[in-house]
């Protein structure tokens, strides 16, 4: 998977301006077991360079993109992070080696329930999983030096741009579900000024808004 991931980082970095990920990201990639974070029935995939299924129409990101979203960030040990979108919990696992607290909501009750044990019963205990609408941040732990967006929006959250902390960074994908969307990258400088910049087109499963879904 790493080689895929470094070989896939080469083919693309024209575009992204990242031939390479930072070792600290690779080493953190390296240290979470993928395969705890996807179904039973495709452990056997886990570790190839693609996304899954994980049920209710959500999905696992392809491991490169984990790599590179997570590189783009630029995560350091005394950041505190919020994810909006925590899915199978593995993005929340790879940024907690990284940073000081990763705050990660969820709007889907079960996967909730499954990331939250998952993440408790593997020890990644600076990861604090949430219940509820990502598209509102999370304030009450605001402002946040890095935001990742694990689904694609119609537009940037105003409520995620408010909570990032002046010389922050988020990313985010960006489009419509079944349209072209795009990674952006948002940047707030020392003053407050927001700039934004594209980085790939992805595909990606959509920001719900509204209450939490209980299916």
């Known amino acids: 998977m790493l080689q895929a991931i470094a070989r896939t980082a080469r083919e693309t970095a024209r575009l992204t301006g990242r031939g390479r990920f930072a070792e600290n990201v690779m080493t953190a990639i390296r240290s979470v077991q993928r395969s705890r974070f996807v179904p039973d029935g495709l452990v056997v995939e886990a570790y190839e360079n693609i996304a899954l299924p994980i049920g209710y129409e959500q999905t696992i990101s392809q491991p ?20 909006v979108g925590t899915g199978s919990g593995y993005q929340a696992a790879v940024l907690s080696l990284l940073t000081s607290k990763v705050y990660t909501i969820e709007i889907i009750a079960p996967l909730f329930r499954q990331a939250s044990s998952q993440l ?19 304030p009450e732990a605001a402002p946040y030096d890095r935001i990742i967006v694990t689904a694609a929006a119609e537009k940037i959250p105003p409520a995620l741009i408010e909570q990032l902390k002046k010389g922050g960074r988020m990313m985010i994908p960006i489009g419509p579900e079944n349209g072209a969307q795009v990674l952006y990258q948002v940047d707030k400088d020392a003053a407050g000024e927001v700039t934004t910049q594209p980085v790939l087109d992805v595909r990606f499963v959509p920001l719900i808004e509204g209450e939490t879904l209980a299916l």
């Open 64 to 83: 490169y993109i984990v790599a590179l979203m997570t590189d783009l960030l630029r995560p350091e040990k005394d950041h505190i992070c919020l994810e």
């Open 120 to 138: 408790h019963k593997m020890h990644y205990d600076n990861v604090y999983p949430l219940l509820g609408n990502g598209y509102l941040g999370y």
